[in-house]
């Protein structure tokens, strides 16, 4: 079973940046595809990106294209989710988590993945 630890989170202003890390325990994620979600208090989990550990396919959601980009680094199993151009609306909580390699990258349903992190908070201010 893999666990994942989420960093990298903290208080930006509105057009900043920041680079969230994902980092993997137990195993390696060379059998998985690690997804990105976040999360407003009261609302349901949303799907942000994802990254196919073996041969580094992308998946993005819509309202972050061109804004967010999602990478590996194989020596540290670690995924990072690099964010430009924050907006206030971005605020919340970031978790990462996995599922299966052989799977689908495109889908968003946070019903599919598992091993979630604890999160990382994420507050951009205007």
């Known amino acids: 079973q893999v666990q994942l630890v989420e960093s990298g989170g903290g208080l930006v202003q509105a057009g900043g940046s920041l680079r969230l890390s994902c980092a993997a325990s137990?195993?390696?994620?060379?059998?998985?595809?690690v997804g990105w979600f976040l999360q407003v208090p009261g609302k349901e989990l949303e799907f942000v990106a994802a990254?196919?550990?073996?041969?580094?396919?992308?998946f993005y959601a819509d309202s972050v294209k061109g804004r967010v980009t999602i990478s590996r680094d194989n020596a540290k199993n670690t995924v990072y989710l690099q964010m430009n151009s924050l907006k206030p609306e971005d605020t919340a909580v970031y978790y990462c988590?996995?599922?299966?390699?052989?799977?689908?990258?495109?889908?968003?349903?946070?019903?599919?993945?598992?091993?979630w992190g604890q999160g990382t908070q994420v507050t951009v201010s205007s």
């Open positions: 137990g195993r390696t994620f060379s059998n998985y595809i």
């Open positions: 990254i196919r550990w073996s041969g580094g396919t992308t």
């Open positions: 988590a996995v599922k299966l390699g052989t799977t689908t990258i495109a889908t968003t349903r946070y019903a599919d993945y598992r091993s």
